[in-house]
């Protein structure tokens, strides 16, 4: 965020100004009480302190406070030198140190002397001042300090320049955003007058080119920088620190005209490349500034495109410039800023724009940089470089841009919005690249848009669905899906290309994975189930990486989902339950961390599973998938438990169904459902009962219906399904629960209990019949059901039970005797082990029994 | 239900284990104690009164203990009985206490509460016993009342409180010799013989009955369930002793292992003529596992035992009433 990025500019010029503040304030101290000697050790420490701060200071102008200070001291020392009295009196050290400090200071001040004049008259009236500083150099700290900037190339020179001061204003005024884009010079921008003048002064650069000397090359772009700082100052700035609002307003920074090339410099590639590499060598290295690199990158593009030194060479620096767009960030983890990222954008476009408008241009990594021709000729331009790369890393660093956004603010909103253009950038480098790429990279930008598209539910082709079921024509509705692109035709093209084509596992499972969540997304779910089972990405998913896992695992909810829309409660079970039983849903998805102490995870691992986090705008609603999860669950296990009430070796459908269950009744009053759970295990319970109405009238309710069904696409069909799978399940469980009631029951009366068609109720006890679940059978003419009754009573269920259990019982006993009997019998004393030896006959047969029940 | 008639009972019993006769009294007391606090698998108590006499020990009075509130949880047991006794010897009552009376649920009594109060009992009085009543069996008809005393092996074990396997192997004490049930002779007054001959007159109780009446299987059932809770504590206790066993065994053999290897070492040292290792103390070395107590599994074995018997009674009563049905069945048809 903005603020953000404020607030880490202005902490290292704040420490730096501390620093210096503090310095002066002991130097005023000592003023005040006399110390001259301390005033030159402070002095020193002063100018030394100014040297680290140069960065800032080249960023922000010379410092008032540190002019006064300059100013004051020299007056000061002139009237201790003045005072013959004082000076008498003064100790040996402290005259020695007045001669030294004043001849320092009148050295060091020499440098200052424009704005100690400013400070002192405080005029608008500005004397321009050369730089002359090749007079008594010694090893005073102000001649260090012009060294040092000679070497640096951060070279002042002072020069009156009307229109730049000019210039200066207007982009002054402007907000961030237009600076960004107007140092683009190029289309968008918001502030013509701005765009006007600076090509005024690249007009004027160009004029005064041929008077200028070679070894001034580096002025120019010492000059932007620095105006560029001083702009960004200027709008960070705006709110706070009116010390500084003053200098700038009042008396604006001396400007100078610098040109990035000498006068009388032919501009040719050549001279371009060097000033290239010149400013990539920079990259990197310590103390670099960033933000003016890019600046310079630009500037340099601007005058390559101004004196047409062709395509190659512009296609060249753009690459640099978002390359070192990314670099900007030293940090894996942090973010680009908005500005940045608007930048970034930009940039790519304009790249692909040449490349397009340009076929002759060959781009590659594989390009060596010495077999580059960049020069106009009628060969080919060759230039080094992977477009591929960049939009990829332009993808990453988007999500990481919305990773790191607060999904609930606006300002998520406002991020999400790039996303199409990302999508635009990602299809044109496409379109680009299915002209010119290898399969390889083919794959990979089809995997970019792929997983630009796989979550998104296509709305313009459900509604295309839905009018052409809704009974318009045949044609008509042909008509209407070839008015675009449907995104499954697109996903199944990308998809089949890279089946067909990639040599990398991973894109092609991760297309795969893709392809099922969109068809499973779109209620394709036959599709879906068979792509799944096809690619047997199931049995060797475990060996993936984890952001193909968060993406197996994604797809699997999505097609549990879906299998329950289209009401295969079964399959839905099954592929939810992985994720559900483990309890860490939200981790499993990506969509969360769970909370953990810091013994199981180290920072450094949590920073990992951080960056593997999916965006918000791709989550899968973690309630929506409880609710069908249990749902489902509930629709299995209520009959299930209903069908095996006696049965002591009854397994668990769904633990979690379970555990809800009896986290329901450990509740020691009940009030009427709240959460989404409540509801489902008070359905439970009507549903056991066999209550189909109450059961339904908590699982579809306003309640509901805002937290989970109308998340759905077709929620009315949804509902519907629904409904009548609870009727059925409810038949069923009554069935299970009653029969025993019953001698026999008419199916008429079923259908009415619970609204079903006869012919599903006869259906549904026929199932029951056939799978031995239920022991009746049809009467035909009487239209009822007669029970036989050889179901176990309750006393034989226990009595069966009981048999069981001593049977358990008796092979842990037989356990204890084989252990003293047995191979450790060894070690027991004889007489102890006699007792034992008289029941060996017994034991052998026993033993064989015992094995053989174990075989 | 007719009071037995009665007659005290001859021959030459153990001393300390003398024969009883109650009162009628006692048992209608109790029996009233329970319809009026006992309900479902609550438990009354009681504390029994009277005396010794030769090999009799006549059981004449009895008071219940009060029921446990929430609200008197620093209510004094003893300090009540004390008081109650004296109240009773005042009114010269028979104010020895001769043991407690205790009510069950489906004949589930046998359990560690009860061993532990039976041996505090007989261990301050000798003579004392526990009697068990029954009011669900007695509710269908036969009253149900036994009274028990812990053997003296049980004792012994329970004074060294040593439940070790091996304590328990070296007093042979297995679930069938752990209570000794005593029988009891319901001897009423003359005075009561006489009413209860008048009451019979005069009631008219229908001549219809329900012989045949099965009336089991809800009983059948809650014993069965019951049994069923036991087998399961049962197997778990197995689980624990096997564990052990092995542990132990586990433990034995690298014990040896380690003797041995000493043993070759000291043999090898003194063939070079070196001194051979000091002795360790091995026991330290293997600390042999912690031995699961044996009492509560003898318990549980003794209440399945208990269980088992409950159900033949009924069941073989059950039958017999069902060859019966079948016998009238065939004759009528």
Redesign the interface.
Known sequence: SPEDTKRVVRSTKDKRFEELTNIIKTIRNAMKIRDVSKCLEEFEQLCKAFLKSKTVVDKEGVPTFYIRLLADLEDYLNELWEDKEGKKKMNKNNAKALSTLRQKIRKYNRDYEAEIVRYKESDESEDDKEDDDDDDVGMSPSAFLKKQRAESGVFLQDEEDEEDSDDDEDWGSDSDDSDSESDDDEGKHTSLASRFLKKTTTDEDRRQIEKKKEDKVKKKQDRKLRRVEEDDEEGMEGEGEGEWKKVEGGAPLVKEKRNMFAKGTEINIPVVLKKLNEILQARGKKGTDRAAQIELLHCLAAIAAENNLGEGILVKIRFNIIASLYDYNPNLAAYMKPEMWGKCLDCINELLDILFDNSNIFIGENIAEDSESLAVSDQPFRVRGCILTLVERMDEEFTKIMQNTDPHSQEYVDNLKDESRVCQIIDRLLKYLELKGSTEEICRVYLRRIMHTYYKFDYKAHNRALAGQKGESKSEQDQAENEGEDSSILMDRLCKFIYAKDRTDRIRTCAILCHIYHHALHNRWYQARDLMLMSHLQDNIQHADPPVQILYNRTMVQLGICAFRQGMIKDAHNALLDIQSSGRAKELLGQGLLMRNMQERNPEQEKIEKRRQVPFHMHINLELLECVYLVSAMLLEIPYMAAHEFDARRRMISKQFHHQLRVGERQPLLGPPESMREHVVAASKAMKMGDWKICHSYIINEKMNGKVWDLFPEAQRVREMLVRKIQEESLRTYLFTYSSVYDSISMEILADMFHLELHTVHSIISKMIINEELMASLDQPTQTVVMHRTEPT??QN??L??AE??G??VE??E??FD??QGI?GG?FSRDQKGGYQQKQGYQRDYQRDYQRSYR | MPPQKCAARGGPPPPSAPSYATVSEVVLKIIKHYHEEGQGSEVVQGVLLGLVVEDRLEITNCFPFPQHTEEDADFDEVQYQMEMMRSLRHVNIDHLHVGWYQSTYYGSFVSRALLDSQFSYQHAIEESVVLIYDPIKTAQGSLSLKAYRLTPKLMEICKEKDFTPEGLKKASIAYENMFEEVPIIIKNSHLINVLMWELEEKSAVSDKQELLNLSSSNHLEKSLQLLMDRVDDMTQDIVKYNTYSRNLSKQQQQKHQYLQRRQQENAQRQSRGEPSLPEEDITKMFKPPQAPPRMDTLLIAGQINTYCQNIKEFTSQNLGKLFMAEALQGHSS
């Open positions: 309750s006393l226990m009595a039970q009981l259990k001593l358990g019982l842990n006993n356990r204890v252990l003293k450790y070690y």
